[in-house]
T-cell receptor, first 111, second 113 residues
Framework: ELKVEQNPLFLSMQEGKNYTIYCNYSTTSDRLYWYRQDPGKSLESLFVLLSNGAVKQEGRLMASLDTKARLSTLHITAAVHDLSATYFCAVVGGLSTNMRFGAGTRLTVKP | DTGVSQNPRHKITKRGQNVTFRCDPI?????LYWYRQTLGQGPEFLTYFQNEAQLEKSRLLSDRFSAERPKGSFSTLEIQRTEQGDSAMYLCASRGGTGEKLFFGSGTQLSVL
């Protein structure tokens, strides 16, 4: 069974600092996704990573994928308060066509 | 493209009652997914449709849960004889045939008293 683990689960950072969220998964994956969720809201798609070595960047967020290590990272550069949210990675892989989510990383950016 | 629409946004019901939720996916998206999310957790997969065919169901989906997508457009998720443990956010998502992104609706928040 495909398992997806994120760490850390909680992250409190100061504005202007850099940090990385990690997403490990247990079986061969076809696709890896990163989503953002604000409290009480639905999920917003951030990145879709489709191949080994894929790197995508949008503003202060950069996501990468290493399929050999079964690891994706979401790197935050010079954090700002607006980035405070919960970030989920999700993986499609194994025998299933559906997306399995990690538990999420709750990010708080403090002034 | 008006996005994935779900209704109702909120539903409060008493234990033992039946509830039905509706999802209207992005038009022409042939793939539709239902997920359930509880507080502090990631969404859990419930079921998946390609057009009108229900192709995958989670073991989480007990026999009290049923989903339909009769014409390959909107979908309904019914929960019979609700239990307090059914309280959660029910999310619907859709994806086009060649698209990679999954677009989520705003969800239906169910509270079972």
């Amino acid at each position: 069974e495909l398992k997806v683990e994120q760490n850390p689960l909680f992250l409190s950072m100061q504005e202007g600092k850099n940090y990385t969220i990690y997403c490990n998964y247990s079986t061969t994956s076809d696709r890896l996704y990163w989503y953002r969720q604000d409290p009480g809201k639905s999920l917003e798609s951030l990145f879709v990573l489709l191949s080994n070595g894929a790197v995508k960047q949008e503003g202060r967020l950069m996501a990468s994928l290493d399929t050999k290590a079964r690891l994706s990272t979401l790197h935050i550069t010079a954090a700002v308060h607006d980035l405070s949210a919960t970030y989920f990675c999700a993986v499609v892989g194994g025998l299933s066509t559906n997306m399995r989510f990690g538990a999420g990383t709750r990010l708080t950016v403090k002034p | 493209d008006t996005g994935v629409s779900q209704n109702p946004r909120h539903k409060i019901t008493k234990r033992g009652q039946n509830v039905t939720f509706r999802c209207d996916p992005i038009s022409e998206h042939n793939r539709l997914y239902w997920y359930r999310q509880t507080l502090g957790q990631g969404p859990e997969f419930l079921t998946y449709f390609q057009n009108e065919a229900q192709l995958e169901k989670s073991r989480l989906l007990s026999d009290r849960f049923s989903a339909e997508r009769p014409k390959g457009s909107f979908s309904t998720l019914e929960i019979q004889r609700t239990e307090q443990g059914d309280s959660a956010m029910y999310l619907c998502a859709s994806r086009g045939g060649t698209g990679e992104k999954l677009f989520f609706g705003s969800g239906t928040q169910l509270s079972v008293l």
